[in-house]
C-alpha cells in the first residue's frame, strides 16, 4: 500500500497544515474555506468521523488513500 499512499502523500501534505501527519476536523475545514466552499465544524467533525476508520479522531495518510481509491469502502460516497 506504500506505492498507493504515496500517490496521494503530496494532496494529504497540502490539508495536514500543521504538519503533523493527521488531519483534524479544523484543517479540513481551512481547506474547503480556501477552495471557496462554505462548511460547518459539524460537517468538517462528521467527514473526518466518516474518513477515521481507527478512532483516533483524525485522518491519516492511508485512511485518506483508501477514501479516495474507494469511498464506499470507507462508509461514505464524496460529495
Known amino acids: 500500500m506504500s506505492n498507493d499512499t504515496g500517490d496521494y502523500a ?3 501534505a497540502l490539508i495536514d497544515i500543521d504538519g503533523d ?3 483534524s476536523a ?4 481551512k481547506l474547503m474555506e480556501a477552495l471557496g466552499g462554505e462548511v460547518t465544524e ?13 478512532g483516533d479522531g483524525m485522518v491519516s495518510l492511508p485512511e485518506l488513500t483508501a477514501y479516495l481509491k474507494d469511498p464506499s ?5 464524496p460529495g
Open 10 to 12: 503530496t494532496t494529504f
Open 42 to 54: 459539524e460537517a468538517a467533525v462528521h467527514a473526518v468521523k466518516v474518513l477515521d476508520t481507527d
Open 26 to 29: 479544523s484543517e479540513l475545514k
Open 73 to 77: 469502502a470507507v462508509g461514505g460516497q
Open 21 to 23: 501527519g493527521l488531519i
